[in-house]
């Protein structure tokens, strides 16, 4: 028994040493070759950014950069897949036996455009459902609501919340000039030192303008 299961054995261990060797033979005789291209869209016109290029099942793979451009290193015989979201996938497959060493790629992507089927979306289960809940509705009177907006503490919420009109904007900005061409001139003058802001001051005690008002 053992004598006929060791000549099965070294057969066995044969033809595996002789796959590998053609294997690897195959490997040795595939020549690298460097692929770089361009992808443009549907109409040549702009450049496509971050598409997925790789050899499938080997590890291998970049990406188009800004203006569309990439490069890669590949073996004759390769099947090279070019991807991206929103465009139809493509393949190209590396020639075998080539005299040159590089590849030069204009590839062109098509727009991959996928038609959903229309989908009706209601909130309620049934239409005799929906006529229910129309029914059961409280409306609210339209003029209560009118009225609640043109209240006056609503009305000085709305002022508050205003932005600044052209004419004031305007004003700001010329008295942001005027002040700059003062403080070319010398520092800001201090109110507490004018003799005319006093006078004023006193003018409007006397009138009475700081009196308390009930």
Partial sequence: MKKLLLPSFLIICFSLLASGWAHAQDQRERKVVQLSGIILN???T?????????????GRGTSSGRFG???????EGDSVVFSFIGLKRQTYKVP??????????????ELDEIALEEIEVMPYPSEKEFKEAVLAMSVVDPMTISGSNMSPEMLLRAAEMMPASGNENFRYFQQGLMQQNQDLYGPRPLRLLDPFAWAQFIRSIKRGDL????
């Fill in 211 to 214: 009196k308390r008002r009930d």
């Fill in 42 to 44: 549907a109409d040549s």
């Fill in 96 to 109: 075998e036996n080539m005299d040159d060493d590089r590849i030069s790629l204009i590839l062109t992507m």
């Fill in 46 to 58: 702009d450049a496509v950014p971050g598409v997925n290029i790789y050899v499938p099942k080997k």
């Fill in 69 to 75: 451009y990439f490069s890669m290193p590949v073996l």
